[in-house]
């Protein structure tokens, strides 16, 4: 080859051509990328499952005493009632008419907190978190009543199913000589902070 040949310059549509590929390469791969995604993101427990057994977090700030608002988790109803001083202070009272005041029967699990204070069977005396499926044939139950107020329940407060009329207290606590074989259930809960409640996670409760 001459020495003062020169090489020759590559012409334009080969730029074209490399400029095209390097752009199909870069969307080809942010295609793939996005692909990947709900692909990957599928891997993980779906909406459903997530719903089933994940916490579910209560805001109760806005509960006035007196009242309850009701929640749900894996499916159940999960009633949160903020007693007055007046409730609570009725737990204590006329405890021999309940089957299980102590809440010593075990057919459902039963917290340590729910031990600590079998009166209230709560983590704050004032904040009762329950179950809201009667223990006889899952039927829901109805109230709460106050005193006075539902005929089944007489000169006591708390809840009535209107199935085979087993009555509750203000802490789900079963009376004697009802259909319903144990105490209506407390779940798994703690506290995030003063007015949030998780439910289904009682670890640092």
Same mark, same amino acid.
Do not use: D, S, T, V
């Given at each position: 080859m001459p020495s003062d040949a020169t090489v020759p310059e590559m012409p334009d549509v080969d #730029?074209? #051509? #490399?400029?095209a590929l390097v752009a199909t390469v870069a969307v080809g791969g942010a295609g793939c990328a996005a692909a990947a995604v709900p692909y990957i993101a599928s891997w993980g427990p779906s909406e459903r499952e997530k719903a089933a057994g994940s916490p579910v977090d209560v805001d109760i700030s806005a509960? !006035?005493? /007196?009242?309850?608002?009701v929640a749900e988790w894996r /499916?159940?109803? $999960?009633? $949160?009632l903020r007693r007055t001083p007046e409730m609570v202070a009725g737990l204590r009272q006329d405890t021999e008419r309940l089957a299980d005041p102590e809440s010593k029967r075990n057919a459902y699990p039963t917290p340590e907190y729910v031990m600590r204070d079998p009166a209230t069977r709560s983590i704050k005396p004032e904040v009762l978190v329950l179950v809201g499926i009667c223990t006889h044939l899952g039927c829901s139950?109805? /109230? !709460?009543? !106050?005193v006075g107020e539902n005929v089944q329940l007489g000169e006591d407060a708390g809840f009535v199913c209107p199935c085979h009329g087993s009555t509750f207290d203000l802490a789900g606590r079963v009376f004697k000589n009802k259909p319903a074989a144990d105490n209506l259930a407390v779940p798994p809960y703690r506290y995030l902070s003063d007015n949030l409640i998780r439910i289904g996670e009682d670890t640092k409760a």
């Open positions: #730029r074209e #051509r #490399r400029a509960l !006035p005493p /007196g009242k309850m608002q /499916g159940k109803p $999960i009633w $949160i139950p109805n /109230g !709460p009543f !106050p």
